[in-house]
């Protein structure tokens, strides 16, 4: 089963567009979630980061934390405004770990 994107607004594409990917500088890049969507995350350009498909994928996928990538301060307004949706510690969290990947929080909600 794989995970549904959600489609990025205009404003989104075009705060990634000729920047390389956060982790690995690779170009071309998507706009990436930072609270993915189905969590929270919304449609204003302050809530994606530039990453290239590979690792657009494995971070949808929980398997990419992001926060030793984001550590250089370039991504603040980002930061800040994924803290808006999800708050300080469960965003840290996620930096640290990745977000569950949607088939767990089912499992979750289920027990």
Avoid: N, Y
Wanted: hydrophobic share 40%; aromatic share 4%; net charge positive.
């Amino acid at each position: 089963m794989g995970v549904r994107r959600a489609r990025a607004s205009d404003a989104q594409r075009a705060r990634v567009a000729g920047r390389g990917c956060l982790v690995c500088g690779r170009r071309p890049v998507d706009p990436a979630h930072l609270v993915p969507q189905r969590l929270g995350g919304c449609g204003r350009a302050e809530c994606v980061l530039p990453l290239c498909r590979a690792h657009h994928t494995l971070f949808d996928a929980a398997r990419l934390a992001l926060g030793r990538h984001l550590a250089g301060g370039e991504f603040a307004p980002e930061i800040a405004h994924a803290i808006e949706h999800v708050g300080a510690a469960r965003l840290g969290e996620a930096l640290e770990r990745g977000w569950p990947a949607p088939w767990t929080e089912v499992e979750t909600k289920e027990r």
